[in-house]
């Protein structure tokens, strides 16, 4: 069993600061990329950054220079440092781990989404 958890959204106005965490525990043997995502009210869910298990990473173009990915890998954790929020960042975001869980193949897990809310 693997379990993903986040937290840290929620309402802030535009030009603001939020932090999301997103943790996965359970029966794990690798991770081999963690990520987020996000998806507003009638579009569909886009990536936001990815970060790999060499450190690579990747972000949407709407984000670059405004948001950051890391990950903490003794913790399976990854965060999102969100700066110089703009109302079109609200969405509802979720992590994403592609990991190799004990006794079964690679796959995707989500966590549960949390709602980020950028005032203009």
């Known amino acids: 069993q693997v379990q993903v958890v986040e937290s840290g959204g929620g309402l802030v106005q535009a030009g603001g600061s939020l932090r999301l965490s997103c943790t996965a525990s359970?029966?794990?043997?690798?991770?081999?990329?963690m990520g987020w995502y996000r998806q507003a009210p009638g579009k569909q869910r886009e990536l936001v950054a990815q970060i790999t298990s060499g450190g690579s990473t990747n972000y949407a173009d709407s984000v670059k220079g405004r948001f950051t990915i890391s990950r903490d890998n003794a913790k399976n954790t990854v965060y999102l440092q969100m700066n110089s929020l703009k109302p079109e960042d609200t969405a509802v975001y979720y992590c994403?781990?592609?990991?190799?869980?004990?006794?079964?193949?690679?796959?995707?897990?989500w966590g549960q989404g949390t709602q980020v809310t950028v005032s203009s």
């Open positions: 359970g029966s794990i043997v690798s991770i081999r990329a």
């Open positions: 994403n781990y592609n990991l190799q869980p004990t006794f079964a193949y690679w796959r995707d897990y």
